[in-house]
């Protein structure tokens, strides 16, 4: 629950707006009793902010963003075991081969959602793990290093050339 409201807070503040009280129904947060579901929530807060150009610039990367949103929700957040992170670890860092955004040329829902998720969990590998998922984590280190948007997190260190071979 903690980690939730850490996280909307982080985003709100990244947007420009206020986040209010979130709860929890089971694991389905819940802004100030109305609003339920993290992206309900989210394209919330992003409509209060009138970023929208954080929504795509057309239908298509509309459509692209929330299917972002979904995977973030459905396979991101249920990782139950370490194979299972691995897993969308993998996924993640296949898809940003030749990409230096989730969706487009620029900043999205999607990195902003993405980004906030996989913190703790780069937080928590070493440099060798982190090689292994180099695209993923060019991805990262380039996001972090908008101040904004990295709110209180810490600058997780990448190195540039490969320690291992």
Not at 19 to 30: A, M
Request: net charge positive; aromatic share 10%.
């Amino acid at each position: 629950m903690a980690a939730v409201q850490k996280e909307f807070h982080n985003i709100s503040s990244f947007l420009g707006v206020s986040c209010g009280k979130i709860t929890q129904d089971g694991s389905v947060p819940v802004l100030k009793g109305k609003a339920k579901g993290y992206t309900t929530i989210l394209k919330h807060l992003t409509r209060q902010s009138k970023n929208t150009s954080l929504f795509g610039k057309n239908s298509e990367d509309q459509a692209a963003i929330d299917q972002w949103l979904e995977y973030r929700v459905v396979s991101l957040d249920r990782c139950s075991t370490e194979k299972d992170v691995h897993n969308r670890l993998n996924e993640l860092n296949s898809y940003l081969k030749d990409k230096v955004y989730f969706v487009g040329n620029d900043l999205s829902l999607a990195d902003i959602s993405i980004f906030q998720a996989l913190y703790n969990i780069l937080s928590g590998m070493t440099f060798y793990e982190r090689e292994k998922v180099l695209h993923l984590s060019r991805w990262y280190n380039h996001l972090q290093h908008c101040e904004e948007l990295r709110q209180n997190l810490s600058v997780l260190i990448f190195s540039k050339t490969l320690l291992y071979y």
